[in-house]
């Protein structure tokens, strides 16, 4: 994968630069040239899990609580997502234009784990309940193709197509270990941890902005969403001991951003 990226950020680069030597005055240059810097964050990030369509929390069959069987789920307690890129921007023509980002997301999620099993020394129920926090950062670079359609003499509407590699700089190191404290139970252990499946994985880049021109500057306002097709992480829980040997299986999931932004371009 690392062969991959290079020849990306080559092409994303070596591209558009081969474009824009065929401008032979500076005041063309000017005009065709544009470099940006932009702040974007998630519309859904507090209200949802990763991924719209596939869920990244999970939850044993309620009737393991009446059977007097070890019995778990984990929440979605809370969400943060914002990412700041630096942009360049090569005009075409009047209506055409390619990019290319360098963008910073940093995501950070916080889980309830609850974790319950009975004690039939005790005849009754224990519970704990843990916190585990999902901080990720990663670097997207993408090449994106835009068509512009002047509404105005200084406004112009832009959609916008692309694609490229998502790299995960950072992840959660560490793992909740824990127990029921009962005597009957002393030997069984729970477990959880976050597992990143793919440090380097593709994604397609959909998009629509407003341009708002300012003399030889430019603000725009953009609402994009990034699809991964790549299932890129996943959560792993089982629990071991006195006779109980349980894994739960859960499905990988990827994770989908529906992002509203403002760039400043000059």
Request: hydrophobic share 35%; proline share 3%; charged share 15%.
């Amino acid at each position: 994968m690392k062969k991959y990226s290079i020849m990306l950020l080559a092409m994303c680069f070596t591209t558009i630069g081969l474009f824009a030597q065929t401008s032979s005055t500076k005041n063309m240059l000017t005009q065709k040239h544009h470099f940006g810097v932009g702040l974007t964050t998630d519309l859904l990030a507090g209200n949802r899990d990763m991924n719209s369509f596939k869920t990244n929390t999970f939850e044993y069959d309620i009737s393991s609580l009446s059977s007097n069987l070890p019995y778990a789920n984990l929440e979605l307690f809370s969400s943060t997502f914002w990412g700041v890129y630096l942009e360049y921007e090569y005009d075409f023509c009047k209506n055409l234009s390619a990019s290319t980002r360098l963008k910073f997301t940093f995501r950070d999620n916080t889980y309830h784990f609850n974790y319950s099993d009975y004690s039939p020394t005790n005849n009754e129920r224990l519970y704990s309940m843990h916190e585990y926090d999902v901080s990720l950062n990663s670097l997207e670079i993408p090449l994106i193709l835009n068509y512009k359609v002047p509404m105005s003499e200084n406004v112009s509407w832009i959609a916008s197509l692309g694609g490229g590699l998502n790299f995960t700089l950072s992840k959660p190191d560490y793992s909740i270990e824990g127990k029921t404290y009962a005597s009957d139970l002393i030997g069984r252990t729970y477990h959880l941890d976050f597992e990143v499946l793919n440090t380097i994985s593709p994604f397609i880049y959909i998009g629509t902005a407003f341009d708002f021109n300012c003399n030889k500057h430019k603000f725009r306002t953009t609402l994009s969403y990034t699809l991964y097709p790549t299932d890129n992480y996943r959560f792993n829980h089982y629990i071991k001991g006195d006779n109980v040997n349980m894994v739960f299986e859960n499905s990988p999931f990827s994770q989908n951003n529906l992002e509203v932004g403002l760039a400043f371009f000059w």
